[in-house]
């Protein structure tokens, strides 16, 4: 910052000299066109003032010298004469109030010089101050204070501006940390059960030379446990790979994709005792990740499958703004609504049934959240009057559009 402000100082006090040497000049200029008349008026204007015949006679003589100057021509005229006279004394007069002029004007542009370093010194210390104030508050940052703001009091301006949005910085970055450690634990907890559960089966139910009923029982449960782990496994790595960038985008067919996505999910609609219906009879084109959106329409409808009651409908339509999903189910409260897209936020703890062999890690609104955003899509979820979730993505215009 000390260069910052040395640099600051060198300009505004090379500004204000120059200014002051600008105003010194004109102050000269105007000055010198004017003084001689005014001079000469007022030695005209002096009573008693007569022609001497000496004047332009004689040069100018020390004290006790006995040369003479060579005698000039004295004009006819003695009205001539006396304009001469006065004319001379007019420049010599002005000459020398000029250089006195210029004398006062080059002390008093130094000592000006001089003023003006320190206040500019000064004020750019003060301008300064509170960039200097950020950088110390940046300096202390640190994972373990986050919270911390700079808060910084002033009327306002650019740099209570840049103080104020360095804040909001801090608390998208504060969040996004809290995300990302509660993701982490999360996940380190979903892991860890589903390790004790296949641990704890090998040590109990293969202890003691089991029957081999109770064999084949638990080696269906650890396989199911490994199942379970497989796609959690597989879900957190669709997630990270969902949070980048998309590396290639093409043209696909979204209304084809909610199809064929319907047909994989009659058999488990069946097993459930739901209806699945399907309204993509507006052709949909995406510039995206075919993959990546084959597993946004998948995951919207296989939990619309899995939280809801027996007898219950699932609805996949595609129109040219974009996918909607919506199912019954129990009533989902408001508030909760917004918390359905963090990673790992299971329905049941919010009142959800589902069945307990679905092996749902509550990462799949997650991905489709983490998808949408990668396509630059919105994600909305609205919870149903009479129970269950009605879940909108919308593309952007630009890509999305409904013709081949």
Avoid at 296 to 307: I, K, P
Avoid at 308 to 313: D, S, V
Wanted: charged letters at 25%.
């Amino acid at each position: 910052m000390n260069s910052e402000r040395a640099r600051l100082t060198a300009l505004y006090t090379g500004l204000l000299v120059l200014a002051g040497t600008l105003l010194t000049g004109l102050v000269y200029v105007l000055l010198r066109q004017s003084l001689d008349a005014r001079i000469g008026n007022a030695v005209r204007a002096v009573p008693g003032t007569a022609y001497n015949p000496d004047w332009g006679r004689t040069g100018d003589r020390t004290e006790g010298s006995t040369d003479v100057a060579p005698a000039q021509p004295l004009p006819t005229n003695p009205s001539d004469t006396a304009e001469m006279a006065v004319a001379k004394v007019s420049d010599v007069a002005g000459e020398a109030a000029l250089n006195r002029l210029l004398a006062v004007s080059g002390v008093s542009l130094a000592v000006f010089a001089l003023v003006s370093a320190a206040l500019a010194w000064w004020m750019a210390g003060r301008v300064l101050r509170p960039v200097g104030v950020i950088t110390a508050r940046a300096r202390q940052l640190s994972g373990a204070n986050l919270h911390e703001r700079l808060a910084l009091k002033s009327r306002g301006g650019e740099l209570k501006e840049l103080a104020d949005t360095f804040d909001q910085m801090l608390d998208r970055i504060e969040h996004l940390v809290a995300a990302r450690q509660r993701f982490a634990a999360n996940a380190a907890h979903e892991l860890r059960t589903s390790l004790a559960v296949q641990r704890a089966a090998a040590e109990i139910g293969l202890a003691d030379d089991p029957p081999p009923e109770k064999v084949a029982r638990m080696r269906r449960k650890l396989i199911e446990n490994a199942d379970g782990s497989e796609r959690l496994i597989e879900a957190l790595l669709l997630l990270a790979v969902s949070d980048r960038q998309l590396q290639r985008r093409e043209k696909v067919a979204l209304h084809d994709i909610a199809d064929r996505c319907a047909d994989d999910l009659r058999d488990e609609a069946a097993r459930r005792s739901l209806t699945l219906h399907v309204d993509a009879a507006e052709p949909l084109y995406v510039e995206g990740d075919p993959v990546l959106l084959q597993h946004t329409v998948h995951n919207l409808a296989s939990n619309g499958l899995r939280y809801n009651h027996p007898g219950g409908t699932v609805r996949v339509r595609v129109d040219t703004y974009g996918l909607e999903v919506a199912n019954t189910g129990p009533v989902v409260p408001f508030g909760d609504v917004p918390l359905l897209f963090e990673p790992f936020r299971r329905a049941e703890e919010r009142g959800h049934r589902r069945d307990p062999s679905d092996g749902g890690a509550g990462l799949g609104l997650s991905i489709v959240a983490s998808i949408a955003r990668a396509h630059n899509a919105t994600t909305h979820a609205t919870a149903n009057p009479e129970g269950g979730l009605t879940i909108r993505v919308r593309f952007p215009p630009a890509a999305a559009h409904g013709g081949p």
